[in-house]
């Protein structure tokens, strides 16, 4: 557990303070942190959480996330998201929203930025491989986990402590940032408050990925033309009255233009809701402090149901126009395979990986370690190990 200490300002009150001023009284204020791991002497000009946001940009993690694949791989095309620009996405959105409900911004830009970290190669479909086979040894793997694991103990840039010493809040918000764990499945994570839910500017993290997540993937498919602007508009009725108001006001418009100004009215829409909804709730539940946010039942953050439909309907229309399609089903199946197959490899001959992860494994689970070392990999070292180790390469 973290030590607690309050962050002392300087009487001319600096800009973390004006800052916590500023804040909601629900909002988590950086002076009630339960502090880190480790204790440090607080920074001069910088808060705490300000700190974390600068310890996950200079990460290894983080940069690598430049070289894994979001939905589309390079083959396809160098200006299509990947997982760092969708992060800075993320972070773009999380503060906005943090900043019109009155949230720690500092804290959500830390959270936002370090959500993906723990992302395999090749996104969701290689979270999905390495989970199936970690299940074969009565193991799981889960990205959010992984991050944890990737900045307490992976990232070594300090002389005083293992990995990033976050401070608890980025921690917890790490795990609990898109569901809630049981403390009898997950006793490694007690320290991390199971039983209530975490704050605000937490809770709002999984939401706002959506959002940047669900429009780039339109316009990344759209760009890709694998996406067709009259299914779309037949088939995300939200999407189609939007595209409407701007085709009445521009019928000679370019077709991309009008497109682009629609994405972005869905993006506003979306976020807004979220925003007005989510003060509807706190109202509702008379929540004015952060532990009456957390020992509410449910999560205070989300969207209205008219909205969550219409975010699920085009949830529907990604997964079956873009995500299913064939180009991507193919070239995610390929790069999948090729995963597995290494890992497979690496599990029958650990001292084929460096000697750091070889020496590793002859005193933890060898899978544990094959799946770490996999797990950091970005897209093209992992075909690039494939080929040298499986594919005949020297």
Same mark, same amino acid.
């Given at each position: 557990?973290?030590?607690?200490?309050?962050?002392?300002?300087?009487?001319?009150?600096?800009?973390?303070?004006?800052?916590?001023?500023?804040?909601?009284?629900?909002?988590?204020?950086?002076?009630?942190?339960?502090?880190?791991?480790?204790?440090?002497?607080?920074?001069?000009?910088?808060?705490?959480?300000?700190?974390?946001?600068?310890?996950?940009?200079?990460?290894?993690?983080?940069?690598? /996330?430049?070289?894994?694949?979001?939905?589309? $791989?390079?083959?396809?095309? !160098?200006? %299509?998201?990947? #997982? &760092?620009? *969708?992060?800075?996405?993320?972070?773009?959105?999380?503060?906005?929203?943090?900043?019109?409900?009155?949230?720690?911004?500092?804290?959500?830009?830390?959270?936002?930025?370090?959500?993906?970290?723990?992302?395999?190669?090749?996104?969701?479909?290689?979270?999905?491989?390495?989970?199936?086979?970690?299940?074969?040894?009565?193991?799981?793997?889960?990205?959010?986990?992984?991050?944890?694991?990737?900045?307490?103990?992976?990232?070594?840039?300090?002389?005083?402590?293992?990995?990033?010493?976050?401070?608890?809040?980025?921690?917890?918000?790490?795990?609990?940032?898109?569901?809630?764990?049981?403390?009898?499945?997950?006793?490694?994570?007690?320290?991390?408050?199971?039983?209530?839910?975490?704050?605000?500017?937490?809770?709002?993290?999984? /939401?706002?990925?959506?959002?940047?997540?669900? $429009?780039?993937?339109?316009? !990344?498919? %759209?760009?890709? #033309? &694998?996406? *067709?602007?009259?299914?779309?508009?037949?088939?995300?009725?939200?999407?189609?009255?939007?595209?409407?108001?701007?085709?009445?006001?521009?019928?000679?418009?370019?077709?991309?233009?009008?497109?682009?100004?629609?994405?972005?009215?869905?993006?506003?829409?979306?976020?807004?809701?979220?925003?007005?909804?989510?003060?509807?709730?706190?109202?509702?539940?008379?929540?004015?402090?952060?532990?009456?946010?957390?020992?509410?039942?449910?999560?205070?953050?989300?969207?209205?149901?008219?909205?969550?439909?219409?975010?699920?309907?085009?949830?529907?229309?990604?997964?079956?126009?873009?995500?299913?399609?064939?180009?991507?089903?193919?070239?995610?199946?390929?790069?999948?395979?090729?995963?597995?197959?290494?890992?497979?490899?690496?599990?029958?001959?650990?001292?084929?990986?460096?000697?750091?992860?070889?020496?590793?494994?002859?005193?933890?689970?060898?899978?544990?370690?094959?799946?770490?070392?996999?797990?950091?990999?970005?897209?093209?070292?992992?075909?690039?190990?494939?080929?040298?180790?499986?594919?005949?390469?020297?």
């Amino acid at each position: 557990m973290g030590s607690v200490r309050a962050f002392r300002y300087n009487d001319d009150m600096n800009d973390a303070a004006r800052a916590s001023a500023e804040l909601a009284p629900y909002a988590m204020n950086v002076a009630r942190t339960r502090g880190r791991r480790y204790p440090e002497p607080p920074h001069p000009y910088r808060n705490d959480y300000a700190r974390d946001r600068d310890r996950v940009v200079h990460s290894r993690a983080f940069r690598r /996330l430049e070289a894994k694949t979001q939905v589309f $791989t390079t083959r396809f095309s !160098d200006h %299509f998201r990947n #997982r &760092l620009t *969708h992060t800075l996405e993320v972070s773009q959105i999380g503060r906005t929203v943090a900043g019109a409900l009155g949230l720690n911004s500092d804290l959500v830009e830390a959270l936002a930025l370090v959500h993906d970290i723990g992302h395999p190669p090749f996104g969701h479909a290689g979270e999905r491989q390495l989970d199936l086979r970690m299940r074969e040894h009565g193991d799981i793997f889960n990205h959010n986990l992984h991050a944890l694991h990737i900045v307490e103990k992976f990232e070594q840039r300090y002389l005083d402590f293992p990995g990033l010493n976050l401070t608890f809040e980025v921690r917890e918000g790490i795990i609990k940032h898109s569901r809630d764990y049981s403390a009898t499945d997950f006793p490694e994570l007690a320290e991390y408050l199971l039983d209530e839910r975490p704050p605000l500017e937490a809770q709002l993290i999984d /939401l706002v990925d959506e959002i940047a997540y669900n $429009t780039a993937d339109l316009d !990344d498919g %759209f760009e890709a #033309r &694998l996406l *067709h602007l009259e299914e779309l508009i037949t088939e995300v009725p939200v999407f189609g009255a939007l595209y409407a108001e701007i085709e009445s006001k521009h019928p000679s418009g370019q077709r991309k233009l009008k497109f682009n100004e629609a994405l972005k009215r869905l993006l506003d829409r979306f976020a807004t809701d979220l925003i007005e909804h989510t003060k509807i709730n706190l109202q509702r539940a008379g929540a004015h402090t952060v532990e009456d946010i957390r020992h509410r039942p449910k999560r205070l953050v989300n969207f209205s149901e008219s909205v969550t439909a219409e975010n699920s309907r085009l949830k529907q229309f990604l997964k079956s126009h873009l995500y299913e399609n064939p180009a991507i089903v193919e070239d995610r199946e390929r790069s999948v395979a090729a995963l597995d197959e290494l890992f497979g490899f690496y599990l029958a001959q650990p001292e084929k990986m460096p000697r750091g992860y070889t020496e590793q494994a002859r005193t933890e689970p060898a899978h544990r370690v094959v799946c770490d070392y996999i797990a950091g990999m970005t897209d093209h070292y992992l075909l690039q190990q494939h080929a040298e180790q499986i594919g005949g390469g020297k």
